[in-house]
């Protein structure tokens, strides 16, 4: 069972990029390349060692690299290698769902979640989201629940107490994150830091997957609350400035 002390994975004096993990990206689109910028943002401070972002879109891809020089644009998903994926955050356009790697559905390609799949599967719907499928969101934890139980994934359902459940595991909640997370883009650096840490720290089950996730869900609510000192309205980018300063 992994220590829930320490948010992040541990680095040892060996350690190298590869061995810290490697997180590979699909984000971003023409209309919403701010997207890929946060998510990959949020990817570089979840522990990974290296972070490879998908350059589908030109716009996306330049902003991503002007900005994070340390990130390495690959031109193809297949036989990439890596230890998570991120897919999803910024509407781009998906042509292949990895089998077998731990993997964090965002926004419209959450509807991958139907497919069964190998490796560990990750859901981070929004209330809004799953209104629209005609969830009932009065019992947001046994809705959780359900809907892990019924796909055999883990579902992070945000906002007000982020709610995270697994299959058939005692549902984890967020007491942290308040009304300064309620902005956008902010699920898009949760969406790159749960494939980051998923990446370096390498969880073998589902429950020790749930409680990466959870990890990253209290790492982000406590840069927001931390953003929210010095920032008013916060914005996504204080919380991804913020995400340095989290005691780990």
Same mark, same amino acid.
């Given at each position: 069972m992994l220590n829930m002390l320490?948010?992040?994975a541990p680095v040892t004096p060996e350690a190298h990029k590869y061995s810290r993990g490697v997180? *590979? =990206?699909?984000? %971003? *689109?023409? +209309? @919403?390349p701010g997207a890929a910028v946060l998510c990959v943002g949020g990817a570089r401070r979840g522990g990974a060692g290296y972070v490879k972002y998908f350059a589908q879109n030109k716009t996306a891809t330049a902003a991503v690299i002007? /900005? @994070?020089?340390d990130v390495v644009p690959i031109a193809k998903i297949k036989g990439e290698k890596a230890d998570a994926w991120v897919i999803g955050p910024g509407a781009p356009r998906v042509t292949f769902i990895p089998e077998d790697l731990p993997l964090v559905l965002d926004s419209a390609a959450m509807h991958y979640a139907l497919h069964k799949r190998a490796g560990i #599967?990750?859901? #981070?719907?929004h209330t809004g989201e799953l209104k629209h499928l005609g969830y009932d969101l009065s019992? /947001?934890? $046994? #809705?959780? /629940?359900? =809907?892990?139980?019924?796909?055999?994934i883990i579902v992070v359902? +945000? %906002? /007000?107490?982020?709610?995270?459940? &697994?299959p058939h595991q005692a549902v984890l909640v967020d007491e942290i994150g308040g009304p300064e997370l309620a902005s956008a883009g902010s699920g898009d650096i949760l969406a790159g830091l749960l494939g980051s840490m998923l990446a370096s720290w390498r969880p073998a089950t589902l429950e020790d997957a749930a409680r990466v996730v959870y990890k &990253?869900?209290? @790492?982000?609510? *406590?840069? &927001? +609350? =931390?953003?929210? $000192? *010095?920032h008013n309205p916060v914005v996504a980018t204080d919380i991804l400035s913020a995400l340095p300063k989290v005691n780990l």
């Open positions: 320490n948010l992040l997180v *590979s =990206i699909l984000a %971003g *689109s023409a +209309k @919403y002007a /900005r @994070y020089p #599967t990750v859901v #981070t719907p019992q /947001r934890e $046994e #809705t959780a /629940r359900r =809907i892990a139980n019924e796909l055999n359902l +945000k %906002g /007000r107490n982020t709610v995270v459940a &697994a &990253a869900v209290m @790492y982000h609510s *406590s840069a &927001a +609350k =931390i953003a929210r $000192e *010095s």
